[in-house]
């Protein structure tokens, strides 16, 4: 099999096993606050999460970091319009989450040059950097 059709196989078994874990993950959150009248949702924090499992999991779980170079410059797009969007209700006024969405798009940023120099184990360190910030945000999100 050549190297495209691995990547994009990965890629494939990579956005199942995200899709099934985010599913799992909101129905349990879902559950959880079934008793509120609706929930509200974030589309820019989805996008960014799309994303994020693209670029992450095949380095996760087998340490290819070349998904995560082709999607580095998307990862700064989807970062700097998740922070540029106006917030959700639930997070009117908020400065620690401005500070963090402000936070990703200059660590977006920062891992999308680190991936190009082709420094593998800066490359991961950088991805990992976004991924736990992306998913402090996250759970900030969740857990309100």
Known sequence: MNVKKQINLWLVLGVVAVSMCC?????????????SASH????????????????FHP???SSNLE???VYADSLVSAAEQWA??????KFKGDDEIKFKLNQLKVDASTFASVSKKGDDKSTGQSLTK???????????????
């Open 23 to 35: 599913t799992s993950k909101k129905e349990n959150h879902d559950e959880q606050h079934s008793s």
């Open 40 to 55: 509200e949702e974030w589309k820019e924090m989805d996008a960014f999460h799309m994303m994020m499992a693209e670029a």
């Open 59 to 61: 380095f996760k779980d």
């Open 67 to 69: 998904p995560a170079r």
């Open 84 to 89: 540029d969007a106006p917030l959700p209700e």
């Open 130 to 144: 976004l991924h736990d910030l992306f998913h402090e945000i996250q759970e900030s999100w969740y857990s309100q």
